[in-house]
């Protein structure tokens, strides 16, 4: 008779690691689930979440370059007050030719007031002016 071998029973080592917490998984609506745990998300909610925000912070670019571009919204048709010139004399004093309705005017802009200094003729004007005898 031939005896089998006989083999050593196998010793388990205990694992170095605590053994994780039992976790208990609800289904989605379980009116068993506990109040306390946070509802689970889908990997795509944080998708649809970051495409929305860059929908709307590219709809905002576009509508700021859009003001930009055309101005303040009473200022989109032709506008009748323009400054033409402006010079600097020191101590926050300018000398400005602002025209109105194709009229120029000569100012004089200090931080107390702003003074109408004299009314200008236009060049055209000056030339027709000129040209007559």
């Known amino acids: 008779m031939s005896a089998a071998p006989e083999t050593a029973p196998v010793?388990?080592?205990?694992s170095e690691k605590p053994a994780a917490?039992?976790?208990?998984?609800?289904?989605?609506?379980?009116?068993?689930?506990p109040a306390g745990l946070p509802a689970e998300k889908s990997p795509l909610s944080g998708v649809l979440v970051m495409v929305t925000a860059i929908a709307l912070a590219a709809a905002g670019?576009?509508?700021l370059l859009q003001r930009r571009q055309s101005g303040p919204l009473s200022a989109r048709g032709q506008r009748k007050l323009q400054v033409e010139e402006t010079?600097?004399?020191g101590n926050r004093q300018y000398l400005v030719v602002a025209q109105y309705?194709?009229?120029?005017f000569l100012l004089g802009v200090t931080p107390g007031q702003i003074a109408l200094l004299t009314p200008l003729e236009s060049e055209h004007r000056q030339n027709q002016l000129e040209e007559k005898p």
């Not at 917490?21 to 689930?33: A, H, L, M, W």
């Open 101 to 104: 309705e194709g009229k120029k």
């Open 11 to 14: 010793v388990e080592k205990p």
């Open 87 to 89: 010079r600097p004399l």
């Open 21 to 33: 917490p039992t976790q208990i998984i609800y289904p989605k609506n379980s009116p068993e689930r």
């Open 61 to 63: 670019a576009w509508i």
